[in-house]
């Protein structure tokens, strides 16, 4: 049997409530039951679906044409219905009473007295009658719940209670679901990514910016048409006001910008407006590799330039960071395609212009549902079969050219010609190596108007690396008088650190992080202690990082081995005899020497500011 066949009896037994979704906990369940084939089938359609619910129109596209075990299939819903022991619950008060009953009468080991059987028996009907009790509470059969397994049912019951209330008492040392900690190693990492980004930022005369992590959430529900608006961290504060925990920056970057405006519309400062900022997004998603619930975000943004000149300084800015940090375009791509060629396309597929943006939505999950689903989905959205085959098309284009001649005579040439500008334009800049022409690429945001862009491995093991593109049109929905050109670019910090760890590049990047400090200043005794402090401080006004020893080593050898696990270049030792003399003994802990094969050099405390800064200029 073929899916078609009985889709409509399976249907109903999946969506009882005709609402064409299905909940996505339920999905799996129903997956893990089925026949061995149809579970692969299934878990993979899991695997690529987003969200907490399953659409069934594009679940029923991904079976269609392949062989079902329709037996298999109604069993498997079956089995995933049947209350499980571990969900059923119980009262406190039938708890106690099962307590009682278990008190009334112990098992003996021999054979028992007749005041014992007698004990037993009572216990027996006592039970019996409490657990058809239950069972009529619960609505169970006794057929499907025998005694024996509501007795186990109601002992697992207790257990996950003891652990339930043994969890409340303790405190979680995980971080929230889809957040991270930073511990000093790891947060000298993400420093490291964060200086080699802003390095670039900086190197293409682009000015730093921050706003509050807290934004309007209208400022996000205003663009219809994208999963993100059910993906905030949004609730009412405490004034009553609606709020989120930004899931992006561009509509902040698009408010700050109008606060820049005058009453004409005109932008009061130097145009054209270069910012970037690397805040902290959230977004409620599935967790995965490269993708979190909060991330950092690195985002570059020209406002004022029409033409594709803003996106190609974006595209060199990225490749440049690339090169920063030892990737090249072997490692990476970046596809590009046009939005503009895409709505004039949509448009002369008969699809209404008001439809585009959530067209886009769905068309932006091609290369992870395949063009069935997006076809299914596409067709959920009134959009006609034939209309999704030319739009298809389109996107299966393999250069310029080739979408050029499908496009000639049916649209406006003129966004075709930008992008083969881009490219001209690319070699000149030297990073042509790292774009592809690629006619699939949209970008799910609704508020891109022309040229995207969007980088990936070419080993293809990992999400969207990075993204961007041309949004005119977004500061004019949040009341400009007039459009105002921008475009920007959106580069997340968890999917580039699995980059790094896939090309190798990682081991590198930790021995440059390493715990670093110019000296370790070490008390000789607890006499001493005051002196070294002095020391420390004379370094530090001298500009040196300093870490001084909390407590006097008695043991020289411990003294130098804390100061090399520290990343110290020198040791400076307060010993009694140097003291005295108004001087230190200075050791380098970098000239690969033992400690007793080189006891320092003694420095007068008068000259040590100055002979170490020699040394570091070295």
């Not at 400690?595 to 570091?616: C, N, S, T, Y």
């Amino acid at each position: 049997a073929r899916m078609g066949a009985d889709a409509s009896k399976i249907s109903d037994a999946l969506d009882k409530g005709k609402t064409g979704k299905l909940d996505r906990k339920k999905a799996s369940e129903i997956a893990k039951n089925l026949p061995k084939k149809m579970a692969a089938y299934a878990d993979a359609f899991l695997g690529e679906a987003k969200g907490d619910t399953v659409d069934m129109k594009s679940l029923f596209a991904h079976f269609e044409g392949k062989k079902i075990d329709q037996r298999g299939i109604f069993q498997a819903i079956k089995k995933a219905n049947a209350p499980k022991a571990a969900s059923l619950v119980f009262t406190d008060e039938e708890l106690k009473k099962a307590a009682g009953i278990d008190a009334m009468a112990e098992k003996p080991r021999g054979r028992p007295t007749p005041e014992q059987a007698e004990a037993l028996k009572k216990q027996k009907v006592a039970k019996g009658k409490f657990l058809d009790e239950c069972r009529a509470r619960l609505g169970l059969s006794k057929k499907d719940w025998s005694d024996k397994k509501m007795t186990k049912a109601i002992e697992e019951f207790k257990k996950s209670s003891a652990e339930a209330e043994k969890k409340k008492a303790m405190i979680s040392l995980e971080p929230p679901s889809g957040t991270r900690d930073f511990f000093p190693k790891e947060y000298a990492v993400q420093k490291w990514l964060f200086q080699k980004m802003k390095e670039t930022a900086k190197a293409f005369s682009f000015q730093e910016y921050d706003a509050p992590v807290l934004e309007h959430a209208e400022l996000y529900k205003r663009k219809a048409g994208e999963e993100i608006t059910a993906q905030m961290y949004n609730f009412i504060d405490k004034e009553g006001a609606e709020v989120t925990l930004r899931p992006e920056m561009t509509p902040t970057l698009a408010r700050m910008v109008m606060q820049k405006m005058d009453e004409r519309g005109e932008i009061r400062e130097l145009l054209p407006l270069k910012w970037f900022s690397i805040p902290q997004c959230w977004r409620f998603e599935t967790v995965q590799r490269g993708r979190k619930r909060e991330h950092y975000q690195w985002n570059m943004d020209i406002v004022g330039v029409p033409g594709v000149t803003a996106e190609l300084e974006l595209l060199a800015a990225v490749t440049t960071f690339f090169k920063s940090i030892g990737i090249t375009g072997k490692d990476v791509g970046i596809k590009i395609n046009s939005r503009k060629v895409l709505g004039a396309i949509v448009e002369a597929a008969g699809v209404p212009k008001e439809m585009f943006a959530p067209v886009c939505v769905i068309i932006d999950k091609l290369d992870k549902i395949g063009p069935e689903c997006v076809t299914a989905e596409l067709t959920e959205k009134k959009v006609p079969v034939e209309s999704s085959k030319m739009i298809l098309r389109a996107m299966e284009c393999k250069s310029i050219e080739e979408l050029a001649e499908l496009c000639k005579g049916k649209v406006d040439m003129t966004a075709v010609d930008e992008m083969k500008t881009l490219f001209a334009y690319a070699k000149d800049y030297g990073f042509a190596d790292f774009l592809i022409f690629d006619a699939s690429v949209v970008r799910g945001l609704a508020y891109y108007t022309g040229i995207v862009f969007e980088c990936f491995d070419r080993q293809k093991k990992l999400r969207a690396i990075c993204g961007g593109g041309r949004y005119d049109r977004l500061l004019s929905l949040y009341g400009s008088q007039k459009e105002v050109p921008c475009c920007g670019f959106g580069f997340g910090d968890c999917v580039i650190m699995e980059l790094l760890k896939e090309l190798k590049l990682m081991d590198k990047v930790l021995e440059e992080c390493k715990r670093k400090v110019d000296f370790v200043v070490a008390p000789f005794n607890a006499e001493l202690f005051g002196a070294a402090c002095s020391v420390a401080a004379m370094l530090r006004s001298g500009g040196f990082t300093v870490d001084m020893m909390q407590k006097a080593e008695k043991k020289v050898r411990n003294a130098f081995s804390y100061a090399d696990r520290a990343g110290a270049t020198y040791i400076v030792l307060v010993a009694p005899s140097e003291w005295e003399k108004k001087a230190v003994t200075v050791k380098s802990l970098r000239t690969g020497g033992r400690e007793d094969e080189d006891r320092g050099e003694e420095i007068a405390l008068a000259d040590l500011v100055a002979k170490m800064q020699k040394a570091f200029s070295r």
